[in-house]
């Protein structure tokens, strides 16, 4: 038994270091495509370091209000097993050559577990183990937890160069915060920043009766109505999340990023929730129409701040997927609590993706501005 665990244990670590070594090799052909795109006239506003994705400062944030109570119907597990493999991760960015912060924020009591989430922060490059600002807060905090994270933004914003917020069920992996990265370089030096955000898509696994296990998109947002796909030029065709609900349970953004966002936020600033009451503001309806809508009180809505409704929706971006590869941007909701409910639309991620590349494709991007 000893031998299998050795066994299993150097098959992780290999496989790690495979996982690392194709990043990086994604790092140094990004690096050759800006090249290539500076040299057809196309430039950036800012200096673009790609050097940043080799060995870039990151917050890596996690937000819990329970350990799963909230969705027990749904879900039997315990969330803390999610979080373990949040804080897993963060160990791999360390171990591709990162810095990297945790910050854990709960509504529950840590009592031992800090231990067995150190256990997981042990970086073997570094030798050391990941640092961690734990903050408990009263249970009464409730739903406005999920805006406790956008204070730590905002207290060292300059210390970092990417900042990463995931809920507790969420698995964000490695690749995923590459994937990001590299779109935000490539959206910035064709002269898209201004216009779209690189963002994540959430699945769920779904077991169907036959054994048969199934990624499925189910975001209410996947009426087809609320989706385009356009030539942004020179960089392909892209995905646009331009109505229904853009909520990711996480969002990621750079320093720059979080900057503007900060400056173009139309509901809310982006780095100081408040307490606004209701809010009237009218929206698209996601078929080309508008409709006034009454939002609650922005600081207890889950949704607004820790994963999508703002960074989405009211900072003047629209959410962007390549398409030609969709798999990098796919983010597992670990719980898997959506489609028990019954009442969120759902689709086959494969089923979705090929919805997408028959749709016709819109080559004019200010068509897609977001005047709300």
């Known amino acids: 038994r000893e031998a299998v665990g050795a066994g299993e244990v150097k098959g992780e670590v290999e496989a ?20 290539s ?24 944030m996690i937000s819990s209000t329970d350990r799963g109570e909230r969705i027990r119907s749904q879900y039997r597990g315990d969330k803390f097993s999610i979080i373990l493999r949040q804080m897993r991760e963060a160990r791999f960015l360390c171990e591709f050559g990162h810095t990297v912060q945790v910050s854990f924020q709960t509504a529950w009591p840590l009592e031992e577990l800090s231990d067995e989430i150190d256990a997981q922060l042990y970086c073997e490059r570094i030798n050391a183990r990941i640092p961690v600002w734990y903050q408990e807060w009263p249970k009464s905090v409730g739903g406005e937890l999920s805006s406790k994270h956008r204070t730590v933004v905002r207290e060292h914003l300059e210390e970092f160069d990417l900042f990463v917020h995931m809920e507790d069920d969420i698995h964000i992996r490695l690749e995923q915060v590459q994937a990001y990265w590299r779109q935000d370089f490539l959206l910035t030096q064709a002269g898209y920043s201004d216009k779209f955000v690189s963002g994540l898509m959430r699945y769920e696994v779904n077991q169907s009766s036959s054994g048969i ?22 960089l392909g065709r892209y995905m646009v999340f331009h109505g229904g609900n853009p909520h990711t349970a996480c969002w990621l953004g750079t320093q720059r990023l979080v900057k503007y966002l900060q400056d173009t936020c139309t509901i809310e600033e982006f780095l100081y929730p408040k307490r606004d009451k209701f809010i009237e503001k009218e929206e698209s309806d996601g078929k080309g129409g508008k409709v006034t809508v009454r939002k ?3 600081a207890s809505w889950v949704e607004f701040w820790s994963g999508g409704f703002q960074v989405y929706f009211y900072c003047k971006l629209w959410k962007v997927i390549p398409l030609d590869n969709y798999e990098q941007f796919l983010v597992h909701h670990v719980a898997n609590n959506k489609l028990p409910l019954g009442s969120t639309q759902s689709m086959d991620v494969q089923d979705f993706v090929e919805t997408m590349m028959r749709k016709p494709v819109q080559t004019n991007p200010d068509r897609f501005r977001n005047t709300i």
């Not at 795109?37 to 890596?60: C, F, H, Q, T, Y």
């Not at 296990?213 to 020179?234: D, G, I, K, Q, T």
């Open 16 to 35: 790690l270091k495979d996982r690392l070594k194709r990043e990086q090799r994604k790092v140094q052909e990004l690096g050759q495509r800006l090249v």
């Open 37 to 60: 795109m500076s040299a057809g006239n196309l430039s950036a506003e800012v200096p673009l370091d790609v050097d940043v994705m080799k060995g870039g400062r990151i917050l890596w």
């Open 213 to 234: 296990y199934e990624r499925v998109v189910f975001e209410a947002n996947m009426h087809m109505e609320a989706v385009s796909v356009v030539e942004l030029a020179p």
């Open 296 to 298: 609650p009180d922005p």
